[in-house]
């Protein structure tokens, strides 16, 4: 698992916890979106879908954000 995965997935998990303090993953989210790492396309759009399916709207914009960075705007479903 890639450096930049690991980082998605702890992001990810932050997210969906509702005592998790955001202003801590800023950074994280800066970075994975500087990386832009196309391979974490497919795990982006699983967590993306999780967060949709939950209703985590802050989570859904953050992911949405990387993933338009990563793969550009179009990549973006449409919700």
């Not at 801590?24 to 974490?40: F, M, N, P, S």
């Not at 939950?54 to 859904?60: D, E, K, L, T, V």
């Amino acid at each position: 698992m890639s450096d930049t995965v690991s980082q998605l997935d702890i992001l990810a998990a932050a997210l969906a916890d509702p005592d998790s303090d955001l202003d801590g993953i800023a950074e994280l989210e800066d970075e994975l979106v500087a990386a832009r790492d196309t391979g974490l396309v497919p795990r982006l759009e699983e967590h993306l879908a999780d967060a949709v399916d939950a209703g985590n709207w802050y989570g859904r914009h953050v992911l949405c954000k990387i993933l338009a960075a990563t793969a550009g705007s179009k990549a973006l479903p449409e919700c």
